[in-house]
């Protein structure tokens, strides 16, 4: 099979614009259509059979497997786009790659090869982790695999709370091989449903939830179902160490779509502010209103600065995934949560208002992005990860050790990117951060090319870094005994590498005298979260990002990309809203 | 990395399980000898996270770098010190 070659831009902008093309009235991404299937608790599956159709789910599926997935930022721009029209989609389509990682990662080539094209040919594919007793624990499960004795498993118990576990063809199940447990004591098996004699599995109801409620979220059980011996995928024992390497990229992934979501509430919000009248001045030019969306505008492309070195360090930093994602998937949804709330906030009575009304879609966004904070491991769980790591993230920072080659790919949004190499994940990053360490580096280049009020800017970021890492060196704890003020340490680490990645960003693609204003939102942005002391001039950036919000044509939106010097016209990434 | 000066041949199974011992022991907040190197440090409350940070330790007090899956394939001092005698054989050659 030749696949055309196509570069990642142009796919999405055929994603973007299908999108566009099926929003119009009646259609299966209006806003209409998707209030009406959430209002029902329905799945959406004719939109979910247009992303099929359009080929998004050969981008599930690694090039050397039989698909299209080669450069993860396309596969995750495009999951980013979708969730833009609506998280429910989202969630549901892009499950099978969560399903499928595991595969991936640790499956042997041929397995790994059918996968692929049950994949491509339509197949939904599940992840079930958690049980109804035990979540984020993963050492806790009591699902069990037996070996059968005439060869094969038998695998026994309930998995609950698991998207897509009722339609899909094929799950992913982690099991307990050992009975004593621990880190070598699991498993992974890849169950097809179609091969399990009848009765020896049944799939559980529906769950209401708060948001993405058209979702399948139910649960399986077995009950003594017969596993072929192919079906372990990896190693017996291998299970933990293979999911929480897969963790490292859907973790990622999760960023993707909660920016998405960001991008629809942002955009909502300025459509609000400049069609609703309080008196006779537009809200959005009320001095208030006109800051806080300049506020969530800088708080976004923060975000979105992590989402973007987080999508291309999985080719070019895959060793220190292990804090990158961990950073992403604790920064991203909480920075979106927080901005939705307060965004929520301006739209005063109209962002209470339920389906049917034209604004009842900020309130369903509100609900549906909730869950990206809580599933593949919540916000707090991530800061346990990297509360782990501080020695080694101290350690490397103290010594000055980066991985610069790393760093340049990571952060050079037009460098290409080497191939992935899923043999390079590791548990814990050897290296730290590249990004944190390599943190003074940047700001020394800055001071050669940046106006003096935005070098001062990063002085103060750098200055932040350095006190944050000795009060890091501090903690200790004893076993399962992580201190609460460690919780907010890893707050604030999150905060200085989003400034770094902004920073690195802002270093590798502003000639000297190029705009400033994004890059001092995103470090104005910072250091108030931060705590650091912020002037009103210094603020004023904020208004300026405020003012470009609003002033750009209706349901278009900008993300960072289009800020780091495009090769093309700086606005054909503008997609048009669904 | 491995740095040539990282004094390899101070590395026995004997002087890693001391230093290991102790090391251990200062997580667990416990005196030395109350530490038996045959038992799983998951026993001692040392879960499978958690023994990751002394994975830390050690690449710290070695200079080199480790799989931290040494942690959960050998799961007593006495056989984290054997592999790690092994592992040092390797980087070094
Ligand atoms: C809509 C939806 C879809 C889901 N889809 C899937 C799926 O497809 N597959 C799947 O396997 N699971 C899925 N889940 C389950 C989800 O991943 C779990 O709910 C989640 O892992 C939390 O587990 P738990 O509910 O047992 O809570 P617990 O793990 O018991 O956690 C309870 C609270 O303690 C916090 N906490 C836990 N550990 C720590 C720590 N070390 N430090 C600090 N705080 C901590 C948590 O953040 C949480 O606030 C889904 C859940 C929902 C709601």
């Not at chain 1, 041929?110 to 982790?129: F, N």
């Amino acid at each position: 099979m030749t696949a055309p070659t196509t570069t990642p831009d142009t796919v999405t902008n055929r994603l973007d614009l299908l999108l566009a093309s099926l929003g119009g009235p009646g259609l299966p991404f209006s806003a209409e259509t998707l209030a009406e299937l959430d209002r029902a608790e329905t799945f959406p599956a004719e939109a979910c059979a247009f992303l099929d159709a359009f080929g998004l789910r050969r981008y599930y599926v690694p090039v050397e497997h039989g698909g299209a997935l080669g450069d993860f930022s396309a596969v995750m721009t495009m999951l980013r786009s979708v969730s833009r029209a609506d998280l429910t989609v989202a969630a549901s389509h892009g499950k099978t790659y969560l399903g499928a990682v595991s595969t991936w990662i640790a499956g042997e080539p041929e397995a790994a090869r059918r996968l692929g094209e049950r994949i491509t040919h339509g197949e939904t594919v599940s992840c079930a982790l958690t049980e109804r007793d035990h979540g984020s624990d993963l050492l806790a499960g009591e699902v069990t695999a037996r070996l059968a004795p005439d060869g094969g498993w038998l695998l026994s118990g309930e998995k609950w709370l698991i998207n897509s576990a009722t339609r899909a063809g094929l799950v992913t199940v982690l099991a307990r091989t050992a009975e004593a447990g621990g880190p070598r004591g699991f498993s992974l098996f890849l169950v097809d449903k179609s091969r399990l004699p009848a009765g020896t599995f049944s799939c559980l109801p529906k769950v209401p939830t708060y948001g993405i409620r058209g979702a399948d979220i139910s649960g399986i059980a077995f009950h003594d179902a017969p596993l072929p011996e192919d079906a372990l995928i990896g190693a017996v024992g291998q299970g933990v160490e293979t999911i929480v390497k897969a963790l490292h990229l859907t973790r990622t992934g999760c960023a993707a779509m909660s920016l998405g979501a960001g991008d629809q509430a942002l955009r909502l919000a300025a459509e609000f502010t400049q069609g609703a009248q309080a008196g006779t001045i537009p809200l959005a030019r009320r001095p208030y209103i006109r800051r806080e969306l300049g506020d969530a505008a800088a708080g976004l492309l923060l975000a979105d600065a992590v989402g973007l070195v987080a999508m291309r360090s999985v080719h070019a930093l895959t060793g220190e995934m292990s804090v990158v994602s961990a950073v992403a998937k604790a920064f991203v949804p909480s920075a979106v949560d927080e901005i939705v709330a307060r965004l929520l906030q301006l739209l005063g009575p109209y962002g209470l208002l339920g389906a049917g009304d034209p604004h009842g879609r900020f309130a369903k966004l509100e609900r549906d992005h909730r869950i990206i904070g809580i599933f593949d491991g919540s916000s707090l769980v991530n800061r346990n990860a990297l509360i782990e790591q501080f020695p080694r993230l101290v350690r490397a920072y103290r010594k000055g050790r980066w991985d610069e080659a790393g760093l340049a790919e990571a952060t050079g949004p037009h460098v290409p990117l080497r191939p992935f190499r899923s043999d390079a994940l590791s548990l814990l990053s050897g290296d730290g951060a590249s990004v944190v360490a390599g943190l003074a580096d940047a700001v020394a280049q800055v001071r050669a090319i940046a106006s003096a009020p935005l070098a001062a800017l990063t002085e103060r970021v750098l200055d932040a870094t350095g006190r944050l890492h000795e009060e890091m060196a501090q903690v200790r704890f004893a076993p399962r005994a992580v201190p609460a003020h460690a919780f907010d340490l890893a707050e604030r680490y999150e905060l200085c590498f989003a400034a770094a990645s902004a920073l690195h960003l802002w270093v590798r693609t502003s000639p000297a005298g190029g705009d400033e204003t994004w890059l001092r939102g995103c470090l104005v942005k910072a250091l108030t979260e931060l705590g650091d002391k912020v002037d009103d001039t210094e603020l004023d950036v904020l208004d300026d990002l405020a003012d470009a919000l609003v002033s750009r044509p209706p349901g278009t939106f900008r993300t960072l990309l289009d800020h780091l010097g495009q090769a093309g016209p700086a606005d054909s990434r503008e997609a048009t809203a669904s | 990395m491995p740095l040539p000066d990282s004094g390899v041949e101070t590395h026995t199974v004997d002087g890693l399980r001391a230093w290991l011992t102790d090391c251990v022991a200062t997580h667990l907040d416990r005196p030395a000898d109350a530490i038996d190197t045959s038992v799983r440090l998951s026993d001692y409350g040392l879960d499978s996270l958690y023994v990751l940070a002394v994975a830390a330790e050690l690449e710290d007090h070695l200079d080199i770098s480790l799989d931290p899956t040494l942690m959960w394939d050998n799961p007593t001092i006495d056989a984290l010190s054997e592999a790690l005698v092994a592992e040092l054989a390797q980087t070094h050659v």
